[in-house]
């Protein structure tokens, strides 16, 4: 079955449900009193529920949102003024006692921000100058205690009397004196308006700050233009190599700066309401309704990532501010390694205590190497009187649970012979990591252990896949595939929450956040993820090497969110599963036109003709809806006498809940008989997931249920076996796994092509930025690990730029957004802006030493167009640091480090994915360790220097640049004062390069100025080359201008 059919085919059967739900806030559309289904406009039958067309009448735009008829009004309803004397009888009773029935009209507060303009389902459509409705569902008469909890009785009672004052002044509620019966009512109807407004807001970047920005975007491209008119127009005769180089390089850069900056055209801000969504999901005396999340951790090599770092990441995982039965932790271990085995082992343990110590005292951080080591005061807010003392005996703990730790790390430094070997004495299966079973271990849980309270604890589970050799196992990708099979078999969250190893949850309500966009009854349903920024401990103050990333993810990730949404980063991301699956988000529905008889037929052929073609298709697919409908009742019917043969292991119907019947395959079959061809093909169809998903009936059951969760009376030692079965090296063979489903392969940033995917099917994402930071992480802050980093990134950027996923060719038919395109076209070309950039820092000192420049003597009037141009860039800078809050010494490091990277790891990444791609050349530049002992400190790793050939060319540069400055001053002062002018306009250039490479040549010299000899070496050897090239130009002597003069052989 192809995607969209599939896609088209699911949307449909999941939403036929025949009860009525409210467009507005998601609510069932009640009877009226007669019993009759309640209609709040009887023109187009748009389903509203009656609190919220009250809502509308008195405080919206009084007509209906989806044919914008004025609404008339109810028996029952309230008058408002305009009402007509023939709108319907009144009802005095009602009118005279509207504070004792539960009133709608304070519910829709800040409701414009309730979600994104123009995405809703259905038929919503939003008048272009009134408010819109709220997009929120409804909470019934709850006593929420937890609300008020967080309030003193004088700030509560100031909040009820704020709101009962905007009600009173609506002339919704009548004044006069209350009995503690009707300040209770009052209560309980403010904490239903309170949980029925929206769960975020978006807020827009003030237009004091945004729209000179913009005017300052539109005037540089202007000054642009006219700049490259006259470089253009005017070269330098000279010079004409070095200004043909120069304005193909400086055009380069523009284009550049345009596919940079135009993305952040629509910055935005968004705000969450997470007591809201408690009120709404979390009732007392009721079951929990937030949703479930799967996590999931990915490591290689537990020696290169400590293990104590991933047991921190783990342990903040399982102390989240979440229900516990709807938390499951999976971590994959694509090492096979015992030491991670045995560290879940140890950390489960330790889990027991550590989650109710979190729980109770609400601590933050949750991961206890970095809560412990914070620098603040941890009695601050803390008013419980054994907070002290549980807390030394939890540190206490703690380091005991280190010593085991580093106890396993130092017994894995040397393998024995025969293999690592269990506890009960069998031998380790994943002793040779290339060539081993699947293997699966659950810890925790509902069967598990419970915490030292006899609470449950969220399921941890240990994943790590087979491995055959002969089998291509796509390395990051493949393994966060095979998680999202396994969790599907074991829980089927519908959300995962992607991690890396060492990035704990920060924030103990960072999934709630999320659960504030993805649980929203209009904008969730198009979410394929929430993408957080990432944020990075152990960072030296001064960010010497750009390793926060603060411009990406505070500027331009900010502005993509105002568009399609934010790139997906690689961690810190939860997404919506059925987008993993490769389904197309739910389509809205365009308004019906309004047609009129009184027009001629002529103008409706011209006008309308193509409503016919609309209508036509439209009955097309109401009719494939009805065979779909009928052929599952029909089964539906078939398998409740068929009861007992029924399995959870093999279901390929779509449902809305685990609770509904589960069609065997055998059934479908056998059902095809008496059926129309219509029927057959919709049925058949179904055998298509196998190519798609695999061999696996219990998997494929899980992505046929919409709200996630397993099938009733499933054994959970099957589910195991399943689960092993879905992670066996052959099982993604001749499926659309990494093609079209899941992480998609062809790159080592697996990442980028995935959310790529995802926006191209219209899906969106949302940027969550809460005030405390949600994860945070560690970066290398050497500088050779960081060029090694960014070499990895750009590597798989120039991957993808060869690959038929570029963004330059792929899916122009598609639904992704055109400044959305061009930040994508940006992520994969900005690596080929290091040879423009490497000749571009050559040229000052090719200028300087050499005598010549890339401009000719310019006058007053062209010299306009540089100062215009250089404000411009500042301009620029000043404003964008204005309005995202960013500091100029962030902004500075960043402009640094895009020098140090583009002449270094974006030129390496250049010519080897040009080898990998011509010539099938996979070269690694590997990077070996010398550092020294004497870097104990906090910011030790800074000065350590690891040898890689990515050093050599910003090195060669830099010296380069000098030997120019030098040569330069010199020639100056041997010409006298006429050769100081032109002179500047070199330096300056020389200066630039000089001062952006400044962070790396601290780098290389490290804390005591020590340079390693081969660096030295093969420094001064290019510059010796260069330097003797220049020699032979001899740019210094005066040249001939008369007649050659020679001996004319004749001895006088």
């Known amino acids: 079955m192809e995607p969209n059919t599939m896609a088209t085919f699911d949307h449909e059967h999941r939403h036929s449900s025949p009860a ?60 408002i003024v305009g009402d007509e004397e023939n709108n319907g009888p009144d009802d005095s009773d009602d009118e005279l006692n509207i504070k004792n029935r539960q009133d709608a009209s304070s519910i829709h507060q800040n409701f414009a921000y309730g979600s994104e303009n123009g995405d809703y389902n259905s038929k919503q459509q ?110 330098a005769k000279d010079a004409y190599p070095l200004w043909l180089i120069s304005v193909i390089c400086e055009i380069w850069f523009a284009l550049s700066w345009i596919l940079d900056q135009f993305p952040k055209w629509f910055p935005i801000n968004r705000e969450t309401y997470l007591d809201r969504l408690s009120m709404r999901f979390e009732r007392d005396g009721e079951k929990n309704k937030l949703e479930p999340v799967d996590v999931f951790v990915s490591t290689v090599d537990p020696l290169k990532e400590p293990p104590i770092i991933t047991a921190n990441t783990i342990l903040s995982i399982l102390s989240v501010d979440y229900p516990v039965n709807k938390v499951s932790c999976y971590v994959s271990d694509d090492g096979a390694s015992m030491l991670l085995f045995d560290t879940l082992s140890e950390t489960s343990e330790f889990a027991r205590r550590w989650v109710p110590f979190c729980k109770k005292y609400n601590v933050e951080p949750r991961a206890p190497e970095f809560y412990f080591s914070e620098k603040i005061d941890y009695l601050k807010d803390k008013v419980q009187t054994t907070f002290v003392k549980d807390r030394r005996a939890m540190k206490r703990e703690y380091e005991e649970f280190k010593v085991r730790i580093n106890a396993l790390v130092a017994k894995a430094q040397k393998k024995p012979e025969e293999g690592w070997v269990m506890q009960d004495g069998t031998p380790w299966p994943g002793n040779n990591t290339r060539d081993h079973p699947g293997m699966i271990q659950v810890y925790l849980g509902k069967e598990g252990a419970f915490d030292i309270d006899g609470n449950e604890l969220p399921r941890l589970v240990y994943v790590s896949r087979e491995k055959r050799p002969g089998y291509a196992h796509h390395k990051k990708a493949g393994a966060m595939n095979a998680m999202v099979r396994v969790s599907a078999v074991l829980t089927n969250a519908p959300f995962m929450l992607n991690l890396d190893c060492d990035h704990y949850i920060n924030n103990s309500k960072a999934i709630r956040e999320s659960m504030c966009f993805l649980m929203d009854p209009q904008l969730g349903k198009k979410l394929c993820y929430v993408q957080f920024p990432q944020r990075f401990d152990g960072i030296d103050h001064n960010d010497r090497y750009a390793n926060r990333n603060i411009v990406f993810f505070d500027i331009n990730m900010r502005g993509l969110d105002g568009i399609q949404g934010p790139v997906y980063v690689g961690t810190g991301c939860v997404f919506n599963r059925p987008a993993l699956y490769g389904y197309e988000p739910p389509v809205s529905e365009k308004r019906k036109k309004m047609t009129c008889d009184c027009w001629p037929s002529w103008i409706c052929c011209c006008c309308g003709g193509g409503n016919r073609n609309h209508k036509s298709k439209s009955s097309e697919s109401s009719k494939k809806k009805s065979g779909i409908k009928s052929l599952f009742s029909k089964l539906k019917k078939k398998n409740k006498k068929k009861s007992d043969t029924t399995t959870t292991m093999s279901s390929y119907s779509r449902k809305r809940s685990s609770t509904e019947a589960i069609f065997d395959l055998e059934d479908i079959e056998e059902g095809l008989e008496g059926y129309d061809e219509l029927e057959k093909s919709s049925l058949m169809s179904q055998k298509n997931f196998e190519k798609r998903f695999g061999m696996s009936p219990v998997f494929i059951a899980s992505t046929l249920m919409e709200n996630g969760g397993l099938p009733e009376a499933t054994n959970t030692s099957s589910l195991i076996k399943e689960a092993i079965h879905v992670i066996s090296c052959g099982y993604e063979e001749k499926t659309e796994w990494g093609k079209e489903i899941g992480w998609i392969y062809g790159s080592v940033t697996e990442d980028i092509l995935t959310g790529f995917r995802m926006h191209c099917r ?79 820092c050559t040229i000052p000192a090719v200028c300087l030493l050499t005598g010549k420049f890339i401009i000719p003597t310019i006058n007053n009037f062209a010299s306009i167009w540089f100062l215009a141009l250089f404000l411009s860039i500042i301009a620029t800078a000043i404003l964008e640091l204005r309005w995202s809050g960013v500091s100029i010494n962030d902004l500075w490091r960043n402009e640094q480090f895009w020098v140090i990277g583009g002449v270094s790891a974006h030129l390496f990444a250049v010519f080897q994915g040009l080898l990998k791609v011509l010539f099938g050349v996979d070269t690694n530049f590997t990077v070996t360790s010398k550092g020294a002992s004497d870097e104990a400190d906090e910011f030790g790793d800074l000065y350590l220097f690891k040898w890689t050939t990515l050093l050599i060319p910003p090195t060669t540069l830099i010296i380069l640049n000098m030997v120019g400055v030098v040569a330069g001053v010199s020639d100056a002062i041997n010409n006298g004062y006429g050769s100081w002018g032109p002179l500047f306009g070199k330096l300056f250039f020389a200066f630039w390069v000089i001062v952006h490479l400044y962070p790396f040549l601290k780098g290389l010299m490290g804390r005591q100025n020590r340079t390693p000899t081969i660096v030295v070496l093969w420094s001064i050897l290019l510059a010796s080359i260069f330097s003797l090239v220049w020699v032979r130009i001899d740019p210094f002597l005066p040249k001939q201008t008369g007649p050659l003069l020679k001996q004319c052989g004749v001895d006088c």
């Not at 408010?131 to 009820?160: C, I, M, N, P, Q």
């Not at 969550?768 to 050497?782: D, E, L």
């Not at 980093?789 to 570029?806: D, K, M």
Request: hydrophobic letters at 35%; proline letters at 6%.
């Open 20 to 79: 009525k739900i409210c467009r507005v806030c998601g609510d069932e559309v009640k009877d009226n009193d007669n019993g009759q289904t309640f209609v709040a406009c009887h023109v187009c039958a748009y389903p509203v529920c009656k609190p919220c067309y009250e809502y509308e009448r008195s405080n919206g735009n009084k007509c209906c949102p989806q044919c914008n008829t004025i609404y008339k009004r109810h028996k029952g309803s309230p008058k």
């Open 126 to 235: 939003w008048r272009p100058n009134g408010r819109a409705f709220s997009s929120t569902g409804s909470v019934l008469g709850k006593d929420f205690e937890a609300e008020r909890d967080g309030y003193t009785d004088a700030e509560w009672k100031e909040r009820v009397d704020k709101w009962k004052a905007r009600q009173e002044k609506r002339g919704l509620v009548t004044k006069g004196e209350q009995t503690n019966e009707d300040k209770e009512d009052d209560e309980e109807e403010y904490l239903d308006a309170e949980a029925r407004q929206p769960l975020w807001r978006k807020v827009p970047i003030s237009s004091s700050k945004i729209s000179p920005y913009r005017i300052v975007i539109v005037l540089r491209l202007v000054i642009l233009v006219f700049f490259f008119r006259f470089r253009i127009l005017t070269p």
């Open 762 to 840: 219209g899906w969106k994402s949302v940027y969550c930025m809460p005030k405390r930071p949600a994860f945070k992480g560690s970066a290398p802050i050497n500088l050779s690990d960081r060029l090694h980093q960014v070499l990895r990134w750009a590597l798989g950027s120039v991957e993808i730029f060869f690959s038929r996923h570029c963004p330059l060719w792929y899916a122009w038919g598609g639904k992704l957004k055109i400044l959305e395109r061009l930040a994508y076209i940006n992520t994969i070309v900005y690596p080929f802006t290091s040879i423009p950039l490497l000749a571009y």
